[in-house]
Nanobody, 120 residues
Framework: VQLVESGGGLVQAVGSLRLSCAAS????????MAWFRHAPGKEREFVAR????????SYTDSVKGRFTISRDSAKNTVYLQMNSLKLEDTAVYYC??????????????WGQGTQVTVSS
């Protein structure tokens, strides 16, 4: 499965961005899909996931109520809608596909990442 993220950029605090993850070579509905992020000086962390088939979602506490993960099976794309962005959301965001989980080791396929920078 090949994953390509897009939609990152520079946004002011409390603004919004929508990240996209276009998949090829496999269906986003047949894998658990997740977003991770890696901020400078920190370890890469889990952000959100959507399970295959039933589409159950889960989020890390710091983004609950602000971020929404979704998928469009027809477009074979997963999205991360990010609202009320904060400075601490600044990071490189990665899309991943694999088995359900909140750790990197459960995901076999990764995109190249897209930079999100939140300014004051």
């Amino acid at each position: 499965v090949q994953l390509v993220e897009s939609g990152g950029g520079l946004v002011q605090a409390v603004g919004s961005l929508r990240l996209s993850c276009a998949a090829s070579g496999g269906s986003v509905s047949r894998h658990a899909m997740a977003w991770f992020r890696h901020a400078p000086g920190k370890e890469r962390e889990f952000v959100a996931r959507i399970l295959r088939s039933v589409g159950i979602t889960s989020y890390t506490d710091s983004v609950k109520g602000r971020f929404t993960i979704s998928r469009d099976s027809a477009k074979n794309t997963v999205y991360l809608q990010m609202n009320s962005l904060k400075l601490e959301d600044t990071a490189v965001y990665y899309c991943a596909a694999g088995a359900p989980g909140v750790t990197e080791s459960t995901y076999n396929y990764w995109g190249q990442g897209t930079q999100v920078t939140v300014s004051s």
